[in-house]
């Protein structure tokens, strides 16, 4: 579903990504944990491609970016990249609802611009998914935080998109507001949606991924399912984040 080879960033001299490689099998919940400024968000918007890799393929759902060797960035890749951004849905940390528009014409936005459909009724169905139906016609200010981040949710899987991003989804919540997110990613885990998820919440991290990937300084230093990895972690760089985390 997702392969990533030898992914590399660079801003400047400083290196974010450093020959990252992964993979995520179809309907898997993947976490990616680190400390601050490890490259974990630069990671995500790789892989949706709001940042160009420096080097390095990505291979998502079929459509491939292949950046190895580096050099210029042609008219071609454009088109390479809009057809692997159609394969995925971002979540962000700030919400980026628009507050102009109700709950449901922020989820109705991106079908009619792209697709130039008007899927009302499906738009509904997502909205209850999340529960927010009877929220659909109030504006992103008078929601809570909880529920714009919902709301968010509910707009990127407007787009039937095959993966699922987020980057840090919580950080901006409450605890209590924070479970009503986290209980959305679990019942699209439950429906078999592949989901990558930059996260701060070690809670959810170990109770509902499939595989955890440790990140620093740039680099992936070790990726084990959560049980192993939140026990019995093999390499000291994870010990030592952990016990500050934990």
Known sequence: M????????????????????????AG??????????????TLLRCLNLLEVPDDGAIELVGH????????????????????LRAQVGMVFQGFNLFAHRTVLENLLLAPRVVRRQRPEAEAMRLL????????????PATLSGGQQQRAAIARALA?????????????????????EVLGVMRALDADGMTQIVVTHEMRFARAASDRVIFMESGRIIEEAPPERLFTSPADPRTRRFLRTEL
């Not at 209850?128 to 504006?139: E, F, I, N, T």
């Not at 787009?159 to 479970?179: G, I, K, N």
């Open 2 to 25: 997702v392969a990533v080879r030898s992914l590399s960033k660079r801003f400047g001299d400083h290196t974010v990504l450093d020959a990252v490689s992964f993979s995520v099998a």
């Open 28 to 41: 898997e919940l993947v976490s990616v944990i680190g400390p601050s400024g490890c490259g974990k968000s």
């Open 64 to 83: 491939a970016i292949d950046r190895r060797g580096g050099g210029r960035w042609r008219r071609r890749d454009n088109a390479a990249a809009h057809r």
């Open 128 to 139: 209850d998914k999340v529960g927010l139906a009877s929220m659909a016609h109030r504006y």
């Open 159 to 179: 787009m039937t998109p095959r993966v699922m991003l987020y980057d840090e989804p919580t950080s901006a919540l409450d605890p209590e507001l924070s479970e």
